[in-house]
Each structure stands twice: as C-alpha cells, then as structure tokens.
C-alpha cells in the first residue's frame, strides 16, 4: 500500500515544479509520472500475482468505517492503464504539446492531477472517497479539454462534457445516498442476498447505470464525448478514450461485485445497451470526416463490447453458469485493458497527424505513408488491434466472448446468445471497413494539400510511445495465456471462482501462435515474391494513368458512400447533392454530414425551443413599477378569493 500511496503522491506533484521551472518542467514532470507509474505497477503487480494487497484507513468515528483505499486485484488491474497511459501521454506531450502554446506549465499541472485522481478512485473503497475523486477527475479532464479555449468549437464542447458528466454524478448521490440507507455502511461491502430483487435493488441498478453509463458513454448517454475528445490536446484525448471512460466501467464492476444474485434481466439490459452501443457507435464512425471524431465514435463501440461481455458474464452469474460467468467477465475485464492500449495508440498517432499537418480532417489528408512511415506503422497496428484480428490484443478479448456466448447456445431456446454472436460479428465488419477507410484517407495515395506534401514524421519522443502501446498490444495477443492467472484472480472479485479454470478455456494460445506464424509466412512470401526493378525494364501500358493527380482518388467520403447510404435508417445522414446539368456545368460541391442523434437532433433543438420559449416570458418583466403592483395586487385578490372559496 505504500507503494500505491507513493504513487499517488508523484502523479499529483508532477505539474508542481513546472510552475517554477520554465526550460525543464516538461522534462520533471514526465520523470515523475514515470516514477509513479513504476511504484504503482510494482503494487499492481504484486497484487495481481497473488499477493495480500493492502489499505489505508483513518479510524476517525466521523467516516462511520474505517477502509477508505482498499489495493484489491480489481483496483490493481485497472490502474496499471491509468498509470501506462498517463506516462506514456506526457512523454507524447513533451514533442506534442510543450513549447507551442501558451497554457504549457497549467496543463502540466492539470494533467498530473487527473492522474493523482484516476489513480485515488480505483482504489477508493469509501463513499466519501469515491465521490471526491470522481468530481475530482471530472473538473480536471473539463479543465484539460478547454486547453484551447480560444476555439469557439472547444468551449461548446467543454460545456457540453460538464453538463453531461454533473449529470451524471447526481444519479451517483441518489444511488450512494440510497446504497448508504439500505446498507446502513458507507464502505463498499457486499449487498445482502436477496436485495437486488426487490425495488431498492432495482432502483440501485437502474442509478449506479445512468451515473456510470454518462461518465463510460453508453448510449444514448455519450453525446459528450465525441466533441470533447476532438476538441481535446491529444494526449489528452488518449488518456481520456483509453482510462477516464473505464472508471464508469470500473464503477459498474464494483457494483456487480457486490451483488451476489443478480436478476436475469440485468444481463438482458446489459447485453442490450452493449449492443445498441457496439453497432450505433461504429455506424456513426462511418460517416465521420474528422479523424478525432470518428476514433470517438469508437470508444463508443467498444464500450458496447465491453458491456456485451458484462452483460454475458451477468447472465452466467444469474443462471448460475460458471463457464458463461468466466469467460464473460474475463473478456470484458481484458477488453477494457486493451481498449486503453489500441485506443491510446490511435490517438497518439491522430496527434501525429495533426502535428505534421494541422489538420484532422480526412478529406484534406492523404499520401502520408510514405512521409510519416514510423506513425503509419503504429496507426496500423492500432487499427488492427480495434478491429479484434489476430494475433492482436483486440482479438483476444473478443474471442472470449464469443467462446461465452457459443457456451449459452446450448441452454437451449435463449435470444441473447444470438444477440451477442451477431452484434459481435457485424461490429467486428463495420469497424473493420471504417479503419479501411481512416487508413487509406490518412496514409496512402496522394497528399490533397500542401500541408500534406510536405509532412514530416513525428519526434522520437513522440514516436517512442506510441512504439510502447504498439508492443504492448502485440505481446497481448501473442502471448495471452501468461495475462490469463492474474485475469483469473480479478474475475473472482465479481463471483465466486468466476476465474477458476480460465487458462484452459480459451484455446488462446495455439489460436495466436498459428495467426502469427501465418503473418510471418506472409510477410516472408512477401520480401521473397517481391518484383525486384531491374535496369533496363520498361513500364508497362498504364491505361493512361500515368500523371494521377489526388482528384482521380476515393475520399473518405466516397469509401463510406455505399455504407453510409445502406445505413441511413440509423445515421440519418444529411447530404448536399447539387443537380449537374449541361454540357459544360459550373464546378460543384457535394457534402455530407452525419450529425450525433442525441446532442444534434434532440438536445440542441430542444434547447433552443426552451431558450426562445423562456424569452417570451421577458414581456412579464419589463421593468415598469405600476405592472408589478398589479401583479401584487393580483395576487391579493387571488388569494383572498381562495380564502372565502
């Protein structure tokens, strides 16, 4: 624990020397977050390969118990990406972020103590505690995302991500206060069989999921998220996408660890918004044309995956179905860590991107693969790992929940199975062509601007941690059985022996060696098939393409067209066709929108009905003294009328 506490203590100094140091503060900074990430991994670790763990108290009669931080395998395992990122984002920002803008030693500071937070409230076994790190973290990452307020687009968005996550953490009160009544405890403790049945469980489940589902960006309660992440540093937006969206999941993993009966049809909900959230999510990454924006799409998507496998696990603990329970759980607990890591990865090379070129926008990239090939390498790889292939991180993760959902076929005439397998597979294709998409958009054909043809290739100290979450992900998927006893242990924490027997579940290991030996055979036939240009050779007849120009090529748009207009049921997409017509017709422009179906169709339109309905209140107002002694005197005779009445 003191380790963990050490930690603790680094991550929310970090910024503070920066304050004062103006050539090495950046430098500090990093050398303390990275002496925090060593302590905490080294807690982690000896946690999750079966040590004792540990916790602090303050034995004060006040706090009514006396655990607030509690080093279980659950709070190990979810801080090892809070740490690995937070690390791994501040070296990024030292080529990214220093030096360029003004706000550098605030955003240090910030940074580090978000990271002081996230790290506080894995560990958090307290209400109290709970709840000051969680707000805690939100006004941090508020703050983090408004790093470039000068942006009309950036202050909306701050605005929108602090209204939806305050929202959000009043659903938490309610179902804190009300966990407090029915317990009578403020400590995290197992809820009495028997509770989860009644209305007060129901009402605890339908709480802590409205909280958790605002802070994770369940659908149809992300409206958030995209524009805070676009809008976001993007290192920021890494550790926001890869760590700050699992603390909602963290906290649905808490409370399903409490319950110890939980009804069928909280696994039902779960696997349901899982996968509304899977398919809508990946759907609306289609019709992106900003790069940012459309990975955001996809922490939408892969929170539904991560839902789907805590839906599943669920069912199993409620059927009593060990098998389910573990492969389930274990799947889901996997995936949140390999999200962070893909995730993370994505993000870093999208600000490598933007770096390089100043703009996000697809339409305007192109032809970088040869000019950034280090940051195309790890887009791909990213890009890979999301798409749940083998032998990446990604895949693992999702196989478990498969191999789960394939066990619940034969429980006989059950939907959710099917649900799981076709959610599954139909995301696994949508995301797969998206990332088609974003890649040859980004990194292949011709650069559509100058700023494009003259790309540089990110610094070595941004390359090199985007090269650690590359590693990180393939040694995942290359050797996932060693991940599998410590997977094991934190499972346990969400039902009894819901781990036990997991290495010998999966089939994980032959499944990968023979995806990577396959790769490598590839890549050999590859370097051994290759046309070797000699002197001498001529071309050969190009059909007339021999001078192409970036015009002749596929946008991201018109990649997406056919997609996008099969979807148009869900996405509603908004789309400027000009009619051409003529021999000769005037140049023309074809745009495309998909907007968000909760902030741009409901919420906004709904707000400004409000704001135009309140204005006509104005009239009652108009500052003149003889109309508000009418209104008194209304109000006498109003009363005086219901006195006699």
Known sequence: MKLYLLALLAAAASGVPGLWMRRRGGEVAVGLLGLAGVLGLGASLAVLSGGPGGSFALRTASLGTPGLLVVDPVAAFFAIPVLVLAFCGA????????????????????????????????????????????????????????????????????????????????????????????????????????????????????LFLLGFGFKAGVLPLHFWLPPAHAAAPSHVSALMSGVLLKMGILGLVRFLSWVPDPPLWWGGVLVALGALSGLLGVAFALGQHDLKRLLAYHSIENIGIILLGLGLGTLGKSLGNPVMQTLGYAGALLHVLNHSLFKGLLFLSAGAVLHATGTRDLERLGGLGQRMPWTSGAFLVGSWAICGLPPLNGFVSEWLIYLGAFRGLGLGRQAWPVVILLSLALIGALALACFAKAFAA????????????????????????????????????????????????????????????????????????????????????????????????????????????????????????????????????????????????????????????????????????????????????????????????????????????
């Open 91 to 206: 070296l990024y920002g030292l080529g990214y972020w220093e030096g360029r803008r003004g706000n550098t030693p605030a955003l240090r500071l910030v940074y580090g103590l978000l990271v002081a937070c996230l790290v506080l409230l894995v560990a958090a076994s307290h209400i109290l505690v709970f709840l000051l790190a969680w707000e805690g973290m939100a006004i941090a990452a508020f703050l983090l995302v408004m790093a470039e307020d000068r942006e009309a687009e950036t202050r909306r968005a701050g605005w929108i991500y602090l209204v939806a996550t305050h929202t959000g953490t009043l659903f938490l009160f309610g179902a804190f206060a009300l966990l407090a009544r029915t317990t009578g405890q403020s400590g995290f403790a197992a809820l009495p069989v028997g509770l989860a049945a009644t209305g007060a469980g129901t009402a605890l489940f339908a």
């Open 442 to 645: 980004v990194f292949l054909g011709l650069p559509r601007t100058g700023a494009g043809a003259h790309a540089h290739e990110a610094p070595r100290v941004m390359l090199l941690p985007m090269g650690v979450l590359a590693l990180a992900c393939l040694a995942i998927g290359v050797a996932p059985l060693l991940l599998m006893p410590a997977l094991g242990r934190v499972a346990d924490a969400l039902g009894p022996a819901a781990g036990a027997g997991l290495s010998s579940l999966g089939g994980l290991g032959a499944i990968s060696g023979v995806a990577l030996a396959l790769g490598l055979l590839a890549l050999l036939l590859w370097r051994w098939l290759r046309p070797v240009p000699q002197a001498g050779d001529l071309p050969t007849w190009d059909c007339g393409y021999a001078a192409p120009d970036a015009r002749m090529e596929y946008t991201a748009s018109s990649f997406a067209d056919g997609l996008v207009r099969g979807l148009r049921w869900a996405l509603w997409p908004v789309v400027h066709r000009p009619k051409v017509s003529g021999w000769f017709p005037r140049p023309s422009r074809y745009e495309s929108q998909v907007p968000d179906p909760v902030l741009d169709r409901a919420a906004t339109p709904s707000l400004r009905l409000t704001v135009k309905g309140a204005a006509l209140l104005r009239v009652a107002q108009g500052g003149a003294l003889p109309v508000y002694l009418l209104y008194v005197l209304l109000t006498l005779l109003v009363l005086l009328v219901w006195m006699v009445a």
